[in-house]
């Protein structure tokens, strides 16, 4: 009974330091509240994402549609990611070789014009590139999901993104498929937003006021 009591601990710590270790070291990191957990996913993940910011990481709280009632005022607009459609197109011109010293740009009739000056007029264009920039997320947390299909047109639209991630899964049902890399599954607990408060010293994070309050926001919500 010892020998199984120090094993389940021993396999605690190294989840906790996992955990710990791959959101220190994540570079871009996305906040995945599920939309049917209500207002305790979606204050869950908001506290998550401020505890984030607050060390100064590169997060996205992503969310389709409109915000659970009573949530207005957790995150500005600005701080939500509701679009995964949207891309960035990125265009690269290797000048190397050439006496180019100034770019310009201007734009005419929703053309963008691009200007590198002086170059040869053989100058080679297989040079320039061009492509379409998705979402480097090298870090994915998701709060109150199942499955990841339970993000629906979401997970269509960054599907390669979630594959290429490793996937954080916090979550407290039993109907949970464990597919993060990490599991932080509790049925035990009554409420995601508490859930994520009680874990945020093994995730190495620390609630303040603005987002203490959003947790609180979740978990008086789920007791009601």
Known sequence: MTKVIMLLLANKNMEQENTKTL????QSIAIFPNKVGGVDAYSAGAGM????????KNVSFVYQGKRPEGCENILKDDEILSD???REL????????TPASKVHYYTENDTLYLSVSPVNREFDLSKIKSKIKGYDYDLII?????????????YTE???EFKRAKIINID???????????NIVDTSEPSLSLLVLNKAAEFGVKPDTQSAKALLTGISNSRM
């Open 158 to 160: 960054l599907e390669e």
């Open 172 to 182: 407290n049902t039993d109907r949970n498929q464990r597919f993060g890399a990490i």
């Open 142 to 154: 998701t709060v109150g999901a199942q499955d990841v299909d339970d993000f629906g047109q979401f």
């Open 49 to 56: 994402y401020l505890m984030l910011k607050k060390l100064e």
């Open 90 to 97: 990125l265009v690269a011109i290797d000048y190397s070789g």
């Open 23 to 26: 959101i220190n070291s994540a």
């Open 84 to 86: 995964c459609k949207q």
